[in-house]
Nanobody, 121 residues
């Protein structure tokens, strides 16, 4: 199983960015997909999750109204659209896959390698 996340970069506060995560080696629509992030010196934290069909999503409070998760099961891809980015969103962003649904790192069976998002003020 491989999850490849990409799309990170250096942006200014208020800008938008879209991350993508492409999965291979698993039956993609058997899994909920999530995004987590890890800032320097901090624990990995939950950002948001989407269920297998795309019909259910859940976000951490700090990104509600700014970030949107979507998936395309035909392309084995999950996206994280990030709008109105803030310096505190700076982190390495990881995608994860779980046959369940939740906001704890221990729920996730597979992880991508991470993509760095840096937001300057």
């Amino acid at each position: 199983v491989q999850l490849q996340a990409f799309g990170g970069g250096l942006v200014q506060a208020g800008d938008s960015l879209r991350l993508s995560c492409v999965a291979s080696g698993l039956t993609f629509d058997d899994y909920s997909m999530a995004w987590f992030r890890q800032a320097p010196g901090k624990e990995r934290e939950f950002v948001g999750v989407i269920n297998w069909s795309g019909g259910r999503t859940y976000y951490t409070d700090s990104v509600k109204g700014r970030f949107t998760i979507a998936r395309d099961n035909a392309k084995n891809t999950v996206y994280l659209q990030m709008n109105n980015l803030k310096p505190e969103d700076t982190a390495v962003y990881y995608c994860g896959a779980t046959p369940g649904f939740g906001d704890h790192t221990t729920t996730y069976r597979y992880w991508g390698q991470g993509t760095l998002v840096t937001v300057s003020s």
